[in-house]
């Protein structure tokens, strides 16, 4: 069984920074595709940013230009700058195998202050 684990979450000020990790079980190398997704209570969840094995990025719109995803041959990261309180959540990782198999992570919680 593939286990996602995140790490990096917390409580910063607005404006502040946080870089997130997401462990896999596996090599990261077995994803055709990774991602970042966040949820906030009573909304659905929304993807935040993508890479691709062979390098492809995207991410979305109210991030760009303040988060960045990456990943090396152990954990994909998503490194986010210029905090605002609109992006509190938790944040998952998810990932998708060779053969479409969907995975995800429990969460970590981020939260920024005003």
């Known amino acids: 069984q593939v286990q996602l684990v995140e790490s990096g979450g917390g409580l910063v000020p607005s404006g502040g920074s946080l870089r997130l990790s997401c462990a896999s079980s596996?090599?990261?190398?077995?994803?055709?595709?990774m991602a970042w997704h966040r949820q906030v209570p009573g909304k659905e969840r929304e993807l935040v940013a993508t890479?691709?094995?062979?390098?492809t990025i995207t991410h979305e719109d109210s991030v760009k230009g303040r988060f960045t995803i990456s990943r090396d041959n152990a954990k994909m990261y998503l490194q986010m700058n210029s905090l605002k309180p609109d992006d509190t959540g938790v944040y998952f990782c998810?990932?998708?195998?060779?053969?479409?198999?969907?995975?995800w992570g429990q969460g970590t919680q981020v939260t920024v202050s005003s």
């Open positions: 998810n990932a998708v195998g060779r053969l479409n198999s969907p995975y």
């Open positions: 596996i090599s990261i190398s077995s994803f055709r595709i």
């Open positions: 890479i691709s094995s062979d390098g």
